[in-house]
């Protein structure tokens, strides 16, 4: 069992900045493929970036250039690092942890941005 726990959101006028964090449990974190998703009201969960074991990363085109994703394996922990926000960016945005075949999915952060 894999758990997530994401820290980090909050409300930002736009234009602003904010870095989301997810803090992962298990030994075997290195080889997790992880990744960020978001939701936002009345709308389907969409991926968001995604970041490889080996470091690749990959992108959403609605967040390119603005969004970066990196992890630190020792501390076993995420980022998603947002500058240059939008209020379309407004979501609950949610970690998730591949190790197949399963999926796992931490309790969501709220991401507000102001116009």
């Known amino acids: 069992q894999v758990q997530l726990v994401e820290s980090g959101g909050g409300l930002v006028q736009a234009g602003g900045s904010l870095r989301l964090s997810c803090a992962a449990s298990?030994?075997?974190?290195?080889?997790?493929?992880m990744s960020w998703y978001r939701q936002a009201p009345g709308k389907q969960r969409e991926l968001v970036a995604t970041i490889t074991s080996g470091g690749s990363t990959n992108y959403a085109d609605s967040v390119k250039g603005r969004f970066t994703i990196s992890r630190d394996n020792a501390q076993a922990t995420v980022y998603l690092h947002m500058n240059s926000l939008k209020p379309e960016d407004t979501a609950v945005y949610y970690c998730?942890?591949?190790?197949?075949?399963?999926?796992?999915w931490g309790q969501g952060t709220q991401v507000t941005v102001s116009s």
């Open positions: 298990g030994s075997m974190f290195s080889i997790y493929v």
């Open positions: 998730n942890a591949l190790i197949m075949p399963r999926h796992y």
